[in-house]
């Protein structure tokens, strides 16, 4: 069997580790980013308006979702990097078990909840009266997914936190090429618009899951485990919830917040609707640099932490920083001046690529602002700060975001970059209290 290469980021050249880990962490994050837009890029080309509005306002919800479990199993990712840096092989397959065992009462119980609720969902989604059933539809037939979506999710957990960031890079790769290759046949080709995407979405997270369970049965992991580790152990339980309950909890309302945007953009419209959609979706390839450093960053700083190398933590912290910053500024170029050009990847309406654009101008901002902001909770995550984290990331949405969305929707704006410059405006707040919190934090000697 080959052995899973642990990567040590407790030793050696700090910037080289940190890009050394985060560069396949960006890959995999790019090819789950191109897994989620295929259903919008196919349905946009080969559907109507009203199959991509329901497409945009489905995928809000389930990325919603997806966001509260990937929050949730990074209590597993920090309690198994703390483990392994500590060289505490025993903890770390009692953490391991027992995130499976609590991931699996998760998986049932989301599955459960969605499935039947869509029509409901899809009217709390205030989805345009043009695209219920599409909306519904695409919800219902996903929801059925979401136990490969926690399955997925919590094995990538495992394998950031042994320092293992390449193997979900082969399994989310498998997972996008078999989603695309679906949504040709079954939407391009068969013309079955939103339920098409969504069973194609769901046959290729089915496909991964058992892809990423056959590699690992050929692998010899750096710590013991076998199936009676598969239990509630009440410590590793309490450890692994106490950092991913936070994190979770803020993505729900963080999401949520997100999710009141497209609420509101829906009032405007099919066209409004289906161009926030798209906008959005090109937003996740706007954020991948940052994005790939926040989870990094937290599997970083959680071993050297476990190994009490504190200094490297706070050294990778700016680091990050630094080289994302620059990646945002390319960003933010590209969506201020070609954010039309990027949009006709998911579109090809003139409307609704104008509209789309137009929110991208305010995103454009917020991409240099999230190079800092999600280093920082990268970094307060690895140093198990989650609840200042969530509370932040709470003040952010619902004192900052939400009130800025709703003022902007009463004074009658008709352009989507008002509706967009609510996000901005939040990371700023966020930044400003991160950067409090490091300075208190480090003054106490808690970091």
Known sequence: MKQVKEVNLT?????????????????ALFLQAMYGAADLIIVGQFAG?????????????????????????????????????????????KGIGSGIA?????????????VPSSDILTVVMHAPKEAVAQTSGYVRICGIGTVFIVAYNVMGAIFRGVGDSKT????????????????????GLFGLGAVGAAIATVTAQAISVICS???????????????????????????????????????????????????????MGV??????????????????VASAYMQSISAFVAQNNGAGRFDRSRSALFYGIKTAFVSGCIMGTLAFFAGNILSMAFSNEA????????????YAIDCLLTAVLFCFVGFFNGCSKTVFVMIQSLIGAFVVRIPVVYIMSQIGVTSLFYIGLATPVSSVAEIIMCIIAYRIYKVRRKI
């Open 168 to 187: 979900p890079l082969v399994t989310v790769a498998v997972a996008c090429v078999i989603n695309i290759t679906a949504d040709l046949i079954l939407v």
């Open 213 to 267: 369970l056959w590699f690992i049965g050929k692998k010899n992991l750096p710590f013991d485990f076998s199936l009676k580790y598969i239990r509630f152990d009440g410590v590793s339980v309490k450890r692994i919830l106490f950092v991913g309950i936070p994190i979770a909890l803020q993505e729900l309302l963080v999401q949520f917040s997100f999710l009141f945007i497209q609420v509101v953009v829906n009032g």
């Open 11 to 27: 030793e050696g050249n700090i910037l080289k580790s940190l890009i050394s880990f985060a560069f396949p962490v960006l890959c």
């Open 102 to 114: 609590v991931f699996a009462v998760v998986a049932v119980a989301v599955t459960v909840i969605i």
């Open 271 to 288: 066209t409004a609707s289906a161009a926030a959609g798209v906008a959005e979706k090109v937003c996740i390839f706007l954020m991948l």
């Open 49 to 93: 308006t009203n199959e991509q509005s329901g497409v945009a306002t489905g995928s809000q919800l389930l990325n919603m979702i997806t966001m509260v479990i990937t929050g949730l199993t990074m209590g597993v990712t920090v309690f198994v990097g703390n483990a392994i840096g500590s060289n505490d092989r025993e903890r770390a397959s």
């Open 351 to 362: 409307s609704v690529i104008a509209a789309s654009h137009d929110y991208l101008k305010a």
